[in-house]
């Protein structure tokens, strides 16, 4: 009904780093080709936790953004922008709030858990800010009624709270006065072929729970072409029994995550202080990686190791070929090489990969007030995508007077 359309966000927290890369970015890169792709930096929900240090936000935002670029992202095909910038995501929230149960809040896993842990380091998060953390990430997402949302394992609780959100704002508001005799209208203007396979397909939904009935429908709408936008979304919604679908359900886009080890082989990550950052040099990577740790049982180098208990072969895996993968198998478990010579195809594939980032990234080091107009256009745009949904949910909820 809705066009695809792209979005996901990451918190500012700083330089991004290769488990970023091969978490996230890369597949961004990919996806910018194959539809329309919105992709913002979500600084308020990152004071959610961080707002007793404000005075890294901006920075942190531009270094977001130039890691973006660095890795691909490309400002002529993604729309890129700073969520405080586009101030229609704080009145969906709001406004979604007034409808979503507490309790929804309070039982998204990551809740409880968070709010201890944090504390123990002295961050008091029993707000109502962190509270809505999940609530802002709906509003994110339904603002622009994204249908693909690009996300890692850890995000798919906050996805199925935006669906059931969206549910439940389109039961809500997506009633008209009418709405019955106005869907019966509009299938007529199907024509009588499809009117009847419309028809039948909706009581097998409905009567029978057929999601493939469901979806066939789906398909043979999108094909028709003379609709009118109004009548496309009460045929939807009709569909499912319910109104005009107003807020579409968006659905995850899971990443296969080649969970990236840190150069102390934990997963890679900013808190442990182990990353490979995206704008490294040559020299960093090179050092960092002949100083990562090993199989513990080759001490000496004439002691044959295994690489299924090295962090360095999980590397291999990422960035080396079937033939140099052969070679440290053999050459590992027969002291045939040494951990030195075994590590160099890895800090030299790692090197070949950053070495184009930091080129993109140099421009824009050099010169801030490109990434500051790259931002400021993608702000337009996004401000402009969200009041057109704006406009439809004030009018929904009885907000469009003056
Ligand atoms: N919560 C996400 C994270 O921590 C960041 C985020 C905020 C996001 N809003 C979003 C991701 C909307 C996808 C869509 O990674
Ligand atoms: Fe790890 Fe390679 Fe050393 Fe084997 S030879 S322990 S795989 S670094």
Same mark, same amino acid.
């Given at each position: 009904?809705?066009?695809?359309?792209?979005?996901?966000?990451?918190?500012?927290?700083?330089?991004?780093?290769?488990?970023?890369?091969?978490?996230?970015?890369?597949?961004?890169?990919? &996806?910018?080709?194959?539809?329309?792709?919105?992709?913002?930096?979500?600084?308020?929900?990152? #004071?959610?936790?961080?707002?007793?240090?404000?005075?890294?936000?901006?920075?942190?935002?531009? /270094?977001?953004?130039?890691?973006?670029?660095?890795? @691909?992202?490309?400002?002529?095909?993604?729309?890129?922008?700073?969520?405080?910038?586009?101030?229609?995501?704080?009145?969906?929230?709001?406004?979604?709030?007034?409808?979503?149960?507490?309790?929804?809040?309070?039982?998204?896993?990551?809740?409880?858990?968070?709010?201890?842990?944090?504390?123990?380091?002295?961050?008091?998060?029993?707000?109502?800010?962190?509270? @809505?953390?999940?609530?802002?990430?709906?509003?994110?997402?339904?603002?622009?009624?994204?249908? &693909?949302?690009?996300? @890692?394992?850890?995000?798919?609780?906050?996805?199925?709270? =935006?669906?059931?959100?969206?549910? %439940?704002?389109?039961?809500?508001?997506? %009633? !008209?006065? $009418?709405? +019955?005799?106005?869907?019966?209208?509009?299938?007529?203007?199907?024509?009588?072929?499809?009117?009847?396979?419309?028809?039948?397909?909706?009581?097998?939904?409905?009567?029978?729970?057929?999601? !493939?009935?469901?979806?066939?429908?789906?398909?043979?709408?999108?094909?028709?072409?003379?609709?009118?936008? *109004?009548?496309?979304?009460?045929?939807? *919604?009709?569909?499912?029994?319910?109104?005009?679908?107003?807020?579409?359900?968006?659905?995850?886009?899971?990443?296969?995550?080649? %969970?990236?080890? *840190?150069?102390? $082989? +934990?997963?890679?990550?900013?808190?442990?202080?182990?990353?490979?950052? #995206?704008?490294?040099?040559?020299? *960093?990577?090179?050092?960092?990686?002949?100083?990562?740790?090993?199989?513990?049982?080759?001490?000496?180098?004439?002691?044959? @190791?295994?690489?299924?208990?090295?962090?360095?072969?999980?590397?291999?895996?990422?960035?080396?070929?079937?033939?140099?993968?052969?070679?440290?198998?053999?050459?590992?478990? =027969?002291?045939?090489?040494?951990?030195?010579?075994?590590?160099?195809?890895?800090?030299?594939?790692?090197?070949? +990969?950053?070495?184009?980032?930091? !080129?993109?990234?140099?421009?824009? +080091? !050099?010169?801030?007030?490109?990434?500051?107009?790259?931002?400021?256009? $993608?702000?337009?745009?996004?401000? /402009?995508?969200?009041?057109?949904?704006?406009?439809?949910?004030?009018?929904?909820?009885?907000?469009?007077?003056?």
């Amino acid at each position: 009904m809705f066009p695809d359309r792209v979005l996901s966000g990451m918190r500012p927290t700083g330089r991004l780093h290769l488990g970023h890369y091969h978490g996230a970015l890369k597949n961004w890169a990919k &996806l910018q080709h194959e539809h329309p792709c919105y992709f913002f930096v979500a600084d308020w929900h990152a #004071l959610t936790t961080h707002y007793e240090t404000p005075d890294v936000i901006e920075q942190y935002t531009y /270094d977001t953004v130039i890691d973006w670029i660095a890795a @691909g992202v490309d400002p002529s095909q993604a729309t890129m922008f700073v969520q405080s910038k586009v101030p229609q995501h704080a009145e969906l929230t709001l406004l979604l709030s007034f409808f979503t149960p507490i309790s929804w809040l309070e039982r998204v896993p990551t809740y409880k858990d968070q709010v201890e842990k944090q504390a123990q380091f002295g961050r008091d998060l029993a707000t109502y800010g962190f509270l @809505g953390y999940p609530l802002m990430q709906a509003a994110d997402i339904l603002i622009y009624r994204a249908n &693909l949302v690009p996300v @890692g394992e850890d995000q798919v609780s906050h996805i199925e709270l =935006t669906r059931e959100i969206a549910r %439940r704002f389109n039961h809500l508001f997506g %009633r !008209e006065k $009418g709405f +019955e005799e106005k869907a019966e209208a509009a299938i007529k203007k199907l024509g009588s072929k499809k009117a009847k396979r419309y028809n039948e397909l909706r009581t097998q939904y409905q009567q029978e729970g057929n999601a !493939e009935a469901l979806e066939i429908a789906h398909e043979l709408l999108s094909d028709v072409q003379n609709l009118s936008m *109004g009548d496309r979304e009460r045929l939807f *919604g009709f569909l499912e029994g319910g109104g005009k679908v107003i807020l579409p359900e968006p659905q995850a886009l899971l990443t296969e995550t080649s %969970r990236l080890v *840190g150069i102390d $082989g +934990e997963k890679m990550s900013k808190s442990y202080g182990n990353t490979i950052d #995206l704008r490294e040099s040559e020299e *960093g990577v090179t050092k960092k990686i002949r100083t990562m740790p090993t199989d513990p049982a080759r001490i000496r180098r004439t002691d044959p @190791g295994d690489p299924e208990k090295c962090s360095v072969w999980t590397l291999h895996q990422v960035y080396s070929d079937q033939t140099t993968r052969d070679w440290v198998m053999q050459g590992c478990k =027969t002291a045939g090489i040494g951990c030195l010579e075994c590590k160099q195809p890895v800090i030299d594939g790692i090197i070949k +990969e950053l070495k184009p980032m930091r !080129e993109r990234a140099a421009p824009f +080091e !050099e010169d801030p007030t490109l990434v500051k107009n790259i931002i400021a256009d $993608g702000c337009e745009k996004a401000r /402009d995508t969200a009041e057109e949904t704006m406009r439809d949910v004030r009018d929904a909820m009885g907000l469009n007077y003056r």
